[in-house]
């Protein structure tokens, strides 16, 4: 098919061998391992994001088979174990009730993340879509998107909340809702950012150049290289969310009593702190827990992601 | 102006007719609007012949990527025409834009840009495949996409790789074979080998040489560098300022110019024999390219031109035949032939 004998690749390729016996085979169109397994892989190797992860994922699983891991009920009272300071048949102790708390923090645990997950969901989807558009298509639609973005943004946060759920009434539901709103307008800045950055790239130009619809540009080339800095934000934000649940629960706006919630527990053992401390430390310490862990994951996120931090990294920290 | 259309129409693939691509300047502050035009094309009359390379050379800053980039509609046009093959494709859009795309690749200057560092060689070089239905499954296409890097001199087992494993050299191959998968007939290498070192930048050009030929492709190849252009080009067009001020066979403009901007760009070619380049005559040009949005009246090289005089501020002048056949020259010193200024009564050029 040629004409004259081909010039040899300019120098044997870096990383040649570096991929475990995954010599390449015939052309594929898929890269040798799936970028999920290298990020999880990278993610391995950093020893505070790894422990955090383990930390989250027993945390989830906690949340998720809540009723066979929690000793008690959530509600079962029990007069004679009023108060009860920790001790064996209790670890985390009883509260003004006689219920157990470690019972009742396991079962918040399922409150507290469902109501992250979904809120930051929400946000997540509606924000990077509206940030998308926004960073991409410039102009009017940008001005009219993040316009908006910044009347939500203007509002503080909690009292954006308080006042959805003013509307809608209180409940867990509502709550995911009114946090999501709250953090659509962080997404939507956070993607756009990364958006304008990318929307330049000469590869995107380079996409256009062969026919490349805007569509195709957008979800091949603009959101996956615009991804980094939103997976963060989608971690940090859990932890936020956690938070703001916890807050609103503790404002009384969020999950009602008596249904466990770690915010709502904090603010039952207020009144206690003195007498019983266990009644809001745990609860407590499950939030900082949970918050840190979603803050560290985030940090080896970022790092994991990076392109240029794979090869290093891959290449067994050359 | 009919001087540029002195060959056969059915040769011509390519066909400019007064390109302009004009960008607002935005003023400072509260004055956003009306603070004036910047002139980076500004009235190109170009024809590429089927099959030819032609180099379009110039400064940076006067057009010529601007101008290559509208031609494939990567830059939308102010005004003029471009005809495709025969067809206008100046304002066409959706399926007529994507067919342009198809039947025209580009090859962009900085191959660590221009190629997405999340998705692997094969993803990258098979997106025009995808993007025109042009191998239905993915069998097909990895295979194609084999093909098409041992087309350009890469083992087609690095096809899963990222581009951050690979050099500089062969990050442009990965590039050039992306804009050949659309099995085109017309190809823009904007600074195509600009950013690659030497010795890599002989590689690829022999390449680009050995490709047009197997593949019969036309080559606009803009370039800076004139012993390149020289080396690839079969005619070599001279831009200066948003215009071309000098167009011709390679040979012609290469060792005869008629158009003092262009004795003084050659001038400046080293030229690798002791002797000869003590002897070399340098054309030392005066002062800056002026400005695109404040462009110079009548003969736009007039200010640092050493030969000025009494019509180049009042003709603007046409591209006329001047020295070899085929050899076309901006320049009133082969007769004065143009666009006379229009004036106010002042005496100060109105704006064209």
């Known amino acids: 098919m ?317 | 102006m009919n001087a540029v259309t002195a060959v056969d129409a059915s040769d011509v693939l390519v066909s400019v007719r007064g390109l302009e691509v004009h960008f607002p300047v935005r003023g400072e502050g509260i004055r956003k609007k009306g603070a004036g035009v910047l002139r980076a094309v500004d009235g190109v009359d170009l024809d590429i012949l089927r099959g030819e390379t032609l180099g379009l050379v110039g400064e940076s800053g006067c057009g010529k990527s601007t101008l290559g980039n509208a031609v494939l509609r990567l830059i939308p046009p102010t005004g003029g025409s471009i005809d495709f093959a025969g067809t206008d494709v100046t304002s066409v859009g959706g399926k007529g834009l994507r067919e342009l795309r198809r039947r025209a690749g580009m090859v962009f200057q900085d191959p660590f840009a221009s190629l997405d560092p999340r998705r692997t060689v094969a993803q990258t070089v098979s997106e025009p495949l995808e993007v025109h239905g042009l191998r239905s499954g993915k069998r097909e296409r990895a295979a194609r996409v084999g093909e098409l890097l041992e087309l350009v001199g890469l083992d087609p087992a690095v096809a899963g790789r990222y581009p951050h494993e690979f050099s500089g050299g062969q990050r442009q191959r990965v590039g050039i074979a992306r804009a050949l998968a659309g099995e085109p007939d017309f190809l823009v290498c904007d600074e195509a080998i600009a950013s690659l070192d030497v010795s890599v930048q002989a590689q690829v050009l022999n390449l680009l040489r050995r490709l047009q030929k197997q593949l019969g492709l036309t080559l606009l190849f803009i370039s800076h560098d004139l012993s390149a ?36 760009l050659l001038s400046a070619v080293p030229v690798p024999h002791p002797a000869l380049e003590r002897q070399r005559q340098r054309v030392v040009l005066r002062g800056d390219v002026p400005s695109p949005a404040a462009v110079p009246s009548g003969c736009r090289f007039r200010t640092r031109c050493p030969y000025v005089f009494e019509p180049c501020d009042d003709v603007d002048p046409a591209l006329q035949p001047a020295g070899a056949p085929g050899q076309l020259a901006a320049c009133h010193l082969h007769g004065v032939v143009g666009t006379p200024v229009e004036r106010t009564p002042e005496g100060v050029p109105a704006e064209p």
Not at chain 1, 207 to 231: E, F, K, Y
Not at chain 1, 251 to 273: D, F, H, K, V
């Open chain 2, 229 to 264: 252009v020289r080396h690839i080009s079969d005619r070599i067009a001279v831009m200066y300022l948003g215009r071309i001020v000098e167009i011709g066979p390679a040979s012609a403009v290469g060792s005869d110019p008629q158009m003092p901007y262009t004795q003084a």
């Open chain 1, 2 to 318: 040629t004409g004259q004998p081909l010039p040899p690749p300019d120098a044997p390729i870096a990383g040649q061998g570096d991929a475990k016996g995954t010599s390449p085979g015939p052309t594929t169109l898929r890269p040798a391992r799936p970028r999920w397994r290298e990020t999880l892989g990278l993610l391995a190797r950093n020893p505070t994001a790894a422990v955090a992860s383990v930390v989250l994922l027993l945390i989830v699983v906690l949340a998720v088979f809540d009723d066979t891991f929690a000793p008690e009920g959530a509600n079962e009272i029990s007069v004679t174990d009023r108060l009860q300071s920790p001790s064996w048949s209790h670890p985390f102790g009883t509260d003004d009730l006689g219920r157990d708390i470690l019972s009742r923090v396991i079962l918040g645990a399922s409150v507290s993340l469902k109501v992250g997950f979904l809120a930051v969901g929400f946000a997540l989807v509606a924000g990077t879509l509206i940030g998308l558009l926004a960073g991409y298509y410039g102009r009017w639609v940008d001005d009219v998107l993040m316009r908006v973005m910044d009347m939500l943004f203007a509002f503080p946060a909690v009292l954006l909340a308080i006042a959805v759920l003013a509307v809608r009434g209180p409940g867990s539901g509502n709550t995911a809702l009114a946090i999501g709103i709250v953090y659509t307008p962080i997404f939507a800045r956070v993607t756009r950012a990364s958006v304008l950055g990318v929307r330049e790239e000469v590869y995107v130009r380079a996409s256009r150049s062969v026919g490349a619809s805007d569509w195709r540009i957008l979800t091949r080339h603009i959101l996956p290289n615009a991804a980094p800095p939103i997976i963060v934000q989608t971690s940090i934000s859990l932890a936020f969310a956690v938070l703001a649940e916890a807050a609103l629960s503790f404002l009384g706006l969020g999950t009602q009593p008596p249904n466990p919630s770690w915010g709502l527990m904090l603010a039952e053992g207020r009144g206690y702190i003195e007498l019983a401390w266990w009644l809001a430390f745990f609860p407590g310490m499950a939030i900082f827990l949970t918050v840190l862990c979603f803050n560290l994951l985030g940090d080896g996120l970022r790092d994991a992601l990076d392109p240029r931090q794979r090869t290093l990294m891959a290449g067994g920290g050359r």
